[in-house]
């Protein structure tokens, strides 16, 4: 998910490859009737004519295999209905990497081996997240987590907000799971650093009260809005300038 710059391949030209996985994972949602709501993986891959069926012993989430000629994804069962939908996304993507290859005039034999994975991940993202559909809702809600996982629950949370990091507004996402930072991205050159003050007091009333919290610096709006269970503790922080708008 969102790994991609760390293929050399897409780094040289992450501008291309993101352009080319949104227009392509337009045309497959319209070819397949998708024009509103929210993405329902398994929906998708009926309409696009792929047999899906579960495997509780597989080792992976999900593999694909031709069937008297009919393309057949295997899906391992998952707790989390997002993670099956995420699981299933990226094999649908997997279908389709070769023709992202030819849009960006790439072959993928002269390419690093993990390539393709990164491919159907770009892709996977943009079925479950539409391009225009998804940064409309952006924009309504001032991207609100809470607002955008309800039009778009197939999604998991952490997906939605790296998503948010495919335009070009400065952004960081920092994802805290248990009281330990896993994810800190940003959209812009520099790399993020340590948790600034605004950030971590939000974040600390949001982890300790299990409440939204807000702060705000005179160069800084800070969000945070805790993913808590009962047995997991997960906050996300949203970071951007103060003046940057949602477009």
């Known amino acids: 998910m969102a790994a991609y710059a760390t293929t050399a391949a897409i780094s040289a030209e992450t501008a291309s490859w993101q352009a080319a996985a949104e227009q392509l994972a337009s045309q497959v949602l319209e070819l397949a009737g998708f024009q509103e709501g929210p993405i329902d ?21 999900g593999r694909l295999k031709q069937i008297a000629g009919r393309t057949t994804i295997f899906l391992r069962p998952q707790d989390r209905p997002e993670r099956m939908h995420w699981a299933l996304c990226h094999e649908v993507g997997e279908t389709l990497v070769w023709r992202l290859f030819e849009q960006v005039n790439a072959d993928p034999r002269d390419e690093p081996a ?16 539409p391009e225009s559909r998804f940064f409309s809702a952006v924009q309504d809600s ?37 009281g330990r930072i896993s994810k800190r991205r940003s959209n812009t050159e520099a790399r993020p650093g340590p948790l600034l003050e605004p950030e971590a007091l939000c974040w600390e009333e949001s982890h300790e009260q299990a409440k939204f919290s807000e702060r705000s610096s005179d160069t800084l709006w800070v969000r945070c809005w805790p993913i808590h269970e009962e047995q997991w503790k997960r906050e996300i922080i949203l970071t951007q300038p103060r003046e940057n708008e949602f477009t």
């Not at 993990?114 to 997240?129: I, P, S, W």
């Not at 998991?156 to 070009?168: A, G, H, K, M, Q």
């Open 41 to 61: 993986a398994f929906q998708l891959a009926r309409k696009l004519g792929y047999h899906v069926i579960y495997d509780q012993k597989q080792a992976g989430r």
């Open 114 to 129: 993990g390539l393709r994975e990164q491919a159907a991940n770009l892709l996977a993202t943009r079925l479950l997240l």
């Open 142 to 178: 001032q991207g609100d987590l809470l607002e955008l996982k309800q039009q778009f629950p197939t999604a998991s949370f952490e997906l939605i907000s790296l998503r948010l990091l495919d335009r070009p507004d400065p952004r960081c996402v920092t994802i805290i799971d248990q």
